[in-house]
């Protein structure tokens, strides 16, 4: 009997319980850094597990420790568990309850795929050292992962290595997919506020129309990677939000538009920034409007280690098989605040096929929950590897 097939069948019959936790996260979703009830729900399971549990960790941030025999050795697993501000077009017996709100990411899955190696590992115990469970709130709007650290994560639980997981549609069901070196984007999000002067819509001369402007705006940012970047080079310049007014027979005071910009490089980025800064400010003036920028919290390039990413892609090709692990995936353009822990501890972030699916962030996305036990199993056998018992 192969050891993929011991220790997916030994994960298996969490598989029930393990949908339940998934179900319920999903049907209760909470938006970043509003996590109070996700992380009283994970800590609770975690702590009649027999970990020591501390929370609060980074505001709503919660770290669960293990320690078996005598190993020097400290492993670090991190899953997510915020929703976003998206309303879900699903029907699912498990479908979101609250308005506007939803988990189209699958960090609900990424959480129970992490609580099911928690479980099985605190019943089989068949380890040496310390695991530690990081379960980070805040990772859409890139806060969870600085608060934790800021909250002092690496001198509260010390790790050697720290790793993480994100599933992905379009990529085969159940196959685990890695890369080393720079493998996700930085990302900034900027918010960008137009004001003009608001009038009746019968008499525009007598206004200042912050829409006419945002619109020339949004056309003169596509123009940055298509006549400044090479083709050579990764990056994404995306408008994602335009919002003013609500009447139509009226100019809008204001406007205002949401903007993701995503780079793989440093130069390229000072450059994009620059030329968005300068666009704004030109398309603005001439058209009589004032203009803020509002810069969100920058983003870093995410950037795996050599030898956690061989040596992780290792442990999963034992466990599930070549065939169900590629190794040197492409880039990808999508930003994880994972990043920040990469540039403190050494480890690696892979991704897990989640099949033909409606893409992240799509009203539609669901994630096939066939694999939690999958991903489960890629956990626990992450920490009896590198936790071998002498």
Not at 248 to 267: E, T
Not at 343 to 363: A, F, R, V, W
Request: aromatic residues 10%.
């Amino acid at each position: 009997m192969s050891k993929a097939i011991v220790l997916t069948d030994r994960v298996k019959f969490l598989h029930s319980e393990m949908k339940e936790w998934m179900d319920y996260m999903h049907a209760n979703p909470e938006l970043s850094m509003e996590e109070y009830s996700t992380a009283g729900f994970i800590a609770e399971k975690l702590t009649s597990w027999g970990y020591t549990v501390v929370d609060k960790v980074g505001k709503h941030g919660v770290v669960a420790t293990l320690t078996v025999g005598d190993g020097k050795k400290s492993i670090g697993l991190r899953a997510d568990f915020d929703a976003l501000p998206i309303q879900e077009e699903n029907n699912l017996s498990y479908k979101s309850t609250k308005n506007g709100v939803a988990h189209l990411c699958g960090h609900d899955a990424h959480t129970t795929m992490l609580l099911g190696a928690a479980k099985y590992l605190a019943e089989n115990r068949n380890f040496n050292g310390t695991v530690r469970l990081i379960f980070q709130p805040a990772e859409e709007t890139m806060q969870g992962a600085k608060a934790m650290i800021e909250d002092g994560l690496w001198e509260r639980f010390p790790v050697d290595t720290i790793y993480a997981m994100h599933n992905m549609p379009g990529f085969e069901l159940g196959k685990f997919y890695f890369r080393e070196g720079e493998t996700m984007a930085a990302v900034d999000n900027w918010e960008i506020v137009l004001t003009g002067k608001g009038t009746h819509g019968s008499t525009p001369e007598q206004g200042v129309d912050p829409i006419v402007c945002g619109a020339s705006l949004v056309m003169a940012l596509q123009t940055i990677v298509s006549r400044n970047v090479s083709p050579w080079n990764n990056c994404v310049v995306n408008v994602g939000s335009f919002q003013s007014g609500q009447a139509g027979n009226a100019v809008p005071q204001r406007a205002i538009l949401r903007v993701s910009i995503r780079n793989m490089d440093k130069d390229i980025r000072k450059l994009v920034l620059k030329r968005i800064r300068t666009i704004v400010k030109t398309q603005s003036e001439s058209f009589n409007c004032e203009y803020e920028i509002i810069e969100g919290i920058a983003g870093s390039v995410l950037v795996n280690t050599l030898e956690n990413t061989q040596w992780s892609a290792k442990v999963a090709t034992n466990i599930f098989g070549e065939e169900n692990v590629v190794y040197g995936m492409q880039q990808f353009m999508g930003s994880e605040d994972f990043a920040f822990m990469l540039e403190d501890k050494p480890g690696s972030y892979c991704m897990i096929g989640n099949g033909e699916s409606q893409m992240l962030h799509h009203p539609g996305y669901i994630f096939n929950q066939d694999l939690l036990p999958i991903g489960a199993g890629y956990w626990v056998g992450l920490v009896q590897e590198y936790l071998t018992i002498s």
